[in-house]
């Protein structure tokens, strides 16, 4: 770097090793990537375990694995040079229907390009910032799994969203308070701004401080005073759900949004003056009377329609969804229906595992399209509930990863029927194929 270099020029230095852990090659025609140096591999990092029984040259390069007439993976070869684990990632790696120039692309992002933010959080992790205790303060030695009841009832709500969304951010322990600001390595000390005495947690913002006692006693809502100072908050909320009427509910929601947003204001803008407790009490108390009244989910019922609806006359509906199993693998899940609604055909496949969900899901509209084509479907509407991969067609980012490989395939293949639509649905309506994805056992079976 020469002497005294400057911070720019030390920061680019300093990048480096993070660069080098988070990029990859994508696989175009294999000619540029050196089997065992470079990282191609879904994760696995250089260099590759080879199997005993085969010795290959250190310059191979991936080109050597991939079938020059078909451009298809060598799978015979590449099973005898890598274990099993190894060479299933391989051969689920998607080669594109025209051979390209390989790439680079960065794996610590979902689209492969680079960001501040991934970058940072791959620094923090390489330079031990990220310990245990930061890792786990977010369940706060809970297990989300175990309060699926306390998170339907958030969800399931009638609220506008981003009063559920709110909600959604206290029971995941993720709101910006001082305690959790320090917790991350941020210099802020954790102590409640208001009172001064205890940190600021998230049920202490929102509920334990002593400042706040009264705007809970006004709100007559039973078991409010009631907690343990150590409880994570959406511990709380489970017990307080069995207090509490759905009216009930909706009330705390609203209490507890418009008292986040009072605490903000008091604490960034030196110009505000913020309500008695007991105006405040009364305005969410008139706006819960609103929303009784007119709920959000009557205004939106056509989006949350549950129900599959068949194709028109003389077309096809392919279903399909993509989904990793507890084991880390992968599952496909495709079903074909005519305009009646009977079943043509279904397909359920297991796939390796290290593949990204987006790149999963892709795999399983490629896993239907194919099956329509098989069974003479030449008009046919694919229909999933990944929304990265139906809203593809119209992204204004490239994306660099092997997810556009997939993509791009499943245009190639797109172009031999006389009718394709890509279409998104909510999971509701896609119940079968997520069932098929979820299944332990692969099934192929036509409808006769």
């Not at 080879?50 to 390069?61: A, G, L, N």
């Not at 692309?105 to 930061?134: C, I």
């Amino acid at each position: 770097m020469g002497h005294r270099p400057s911070l720019t020029w030390r920061s680019i230095v300093a990048g480096m090793d993070i660069l080098k852990l988070g990029m990859r090659r994508r696989v175009g025609d294999g000619v540029s990537i050196k089997i065992n140096d470079d990282n191609w591999i879904p994760g696995f990092s250089s260099p590759v375990n080879f199997s005993i029984e085969y010795e290959i040259h250190v310059d191979s390069k991936v080109c050597e694995l991939i079938d020059p007439n078909s451009f298809r993976w060598r799978r015979f070869l590449i099973f005898s040079i890598f274990n099993d684990t190894i060479a299933n990632a391989i051969c689920d790696i998607p080669l594109p229907v025209n051979p390209r120039p390989d790439s680079w692309f960065w794996s610590m992002s979902s689209n492969g390009h680079y960001t501040v933010k991934s970058g940072y959080k791959v620094f923090r992790e390489m330079n031990g910032f990220v310990t245990a205790d930061v890792l786990n303060y977010n369940s706060s030695s809970y297990c989300l799994d175990d309060f699926g009841p306390v998170l339907n009832a958030v969800w399931k709500n009638d609220l506008p969203p981003k009063y559920r969304v709110f909600l959604w951010r206290c029971c995941r322990n993720i709101l910006p308070t001082f305690e959790a600001l320090n917790h991350r390595g941020m210099d802020v000390e954790d102590t409640c701004p208001s009172c001064n005495e205890d940190p600021e947690s998230c049920l202490h913002a929102l509920l334990s401080c002593k400042l706040i006692h009264s705007l809970w006693i006004a709100s007559g809502l039973p078991f409010v005073q009631e907690f343990d100072h150590d409880m994570p908050f959406i511990s709380w909320l489970a017990i307080a759900l069995t207090w509490w009427s759905k009216t009930d509910f909706n009330f705390f929601a609203i209490i507890l949004y418009k008292m986040w947003e009072r605490r903000n204001n008091i604490l960034h803008d030196p110009n505000f003056r913020a309500a008695t407790g007991s105006s405040l009490i009364e305005s969410c108390k008139r706006l819960n009377d609103e929303l009784t009244v007119n709920p959000v989910s009557n205004v939106h019922s056509d989006i949350n329609a549950s129900a599959w609806e068949p194709p028109p006359r003389g077309y096809f509906k392919v279903n399909f969804d993509g989904a990793i199993l507890e084991d880390g693998s992968g599952g496909l899940g495709c079903i074909i229906r005519d305009h009646r609604g009977a079943m043509l055909g279904a397909v359920s496949k297991r796939i390796s595992a290290n593949i990204p969900p987006d790149q999963v899901e892709a795999m399983a509209g490629i896993l239907g399209a194919n099956m329509a084509l098989r069974f003479g479907c030449k008009k046919i509407i694919l229909e999933g509930d990944s929304l990265k991969v139906c809203s593809y067609p119209h992204a204004t980012v490239r994306d660099l990863s092997n997810f556009d490989s997939i993509m791009n395939n499943l245009f190639f293949i797109s172009h031999q029927f006389d009718f394709f639509d890509l279409v998104w649905k909510r999971r509701c309506c896609n119940k079968a194929a997520h069932t098929l994805a979820k299944s332990l056992c692969p099934i192929s079976g036509l409808q006769d």
